[in-house]
């Protein structure tokens, strides 16, 4: 594992343009569940019944009781960890030039991450259906569900459900860096939904170099060119410790 730790610190110290892949597993060591694998939030609910936008628009109490209530309840308290901050941290000393992200919590950007691509979209903000107000997820209670807007519209969370597309800025923006980085950092991703699990296979049809990080091998890891397999946290602060701070201007 060091020879291959040392292998990334190398690679990622030479790259002209990193970025980075995230998913629900760099935000597992902030006491978010994932969405895969032993004791995550699919072992206890069904995504088509309650994460599909068909589901939410036949029912949309029921979603937001039995998902999103949830959801909000762990995503207002939790705070990054230092999985989230090492990226951050490598963004600030110019070796990542953005964080493509899977998840919708907010996280990345609430350890100083600035150019973050929400390819889910966010929790963060809630759209009424009716008007299409937008408030913060924070702001409002569940005292009533659905949440409704004071024009009595139903409040939705501004992630992307199942059976939506990505949002096409998210996307485009995605593509762009994937075409041009000679890294991607893919950390805590089963690689399992599409398109975010095909930007890696994009990024290496691009001659970028794929460092994947996951306690666990994924789809994804025979076409790693590097795989550290641990938590997302340890392993980048290991690295972003490691690679020298590049001389001043
Ligand atoms: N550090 C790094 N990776 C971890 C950690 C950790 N501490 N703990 C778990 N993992 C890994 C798991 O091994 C798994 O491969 O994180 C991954 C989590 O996979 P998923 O739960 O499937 O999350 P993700 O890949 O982001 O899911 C993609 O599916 O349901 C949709 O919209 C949802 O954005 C989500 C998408």
């Not at 969405?35 to 599909?52: Q, T, V, Y």
């Not at 309840?73 to 992200?101: C, S």
């Not at 009533?144 to 059976?163: I, M, Q, S």
């Not at 690689?191 to 970028?208: D, F, G, R, S, Y």
Request: net charge neutral; glycine share 8%; hydrophobic share 40%.
């Amino acid at each position: 594992m060091e020879t291959r730790i040392q292998k990334a610190i190398e690679i990622l110290s030479r790259s002209r343009l990193t970025v980075a892949l995230t998913g629900a597993g760099i935000s597992v060591e902030s006491g978010i569940p994932p969405f895969r694998g032993p004791g995550s939030l699919w072992d206890k609910i069904d995504p088509m019944e309650f994460a599909h936008i068909d589901a939410f628009m036949k029912n949309p109490a029921r979603v937001w009781e039995v998902l999103i209530g949830s959801m909000k309840t762990i995503l207002d308290t939790a705070r990054p960890n230092k999985g989230h901050l090492a990226l951050a941290e490598l963004e600030k000393r110019r070796l990542l030039a953005t964080v493509i992200t899977q998840n919708v919590d907010s996280l990345h950007q609430k350890a100083g991450s600035r150019d973050v691509i929400e390819f889910h979209g966010t929790f963060a903000k809630l759209t009424c259906l009716g008007c299409g107000h937008r408030t913060s997820s924070a702001d409002i209670t569940l005292t009533t569900l659905p949440p409704r807007c004071h024009c009595g519209g139903v409040y939705r969370p501004d992630c992307v459900f199942f059976g939506e597309s990505i949002p096409l800025s998210a996307l485009t923006r995605a593509q762009e860096f994937v075409s041009q980085c000679e890294v991607m950092l893919v950390v805590g991703t089963s690689a399992t939904v599409q398109p975010a699990a095909m930007m890696p296979i994009l990024a290496k049809q691009n001659n970028a170099r794929i460092i994947e990080i996951n306690p666990t091998p994924t789809p994804l890891t025979a076409t790693s060119d590097l795989f550290l397999q641990g938590n997302a946290g340890p392993i980048l602060t290991r690295l972003t410790e490691a690679i020298a701070i590049p001389a001043g201007p």
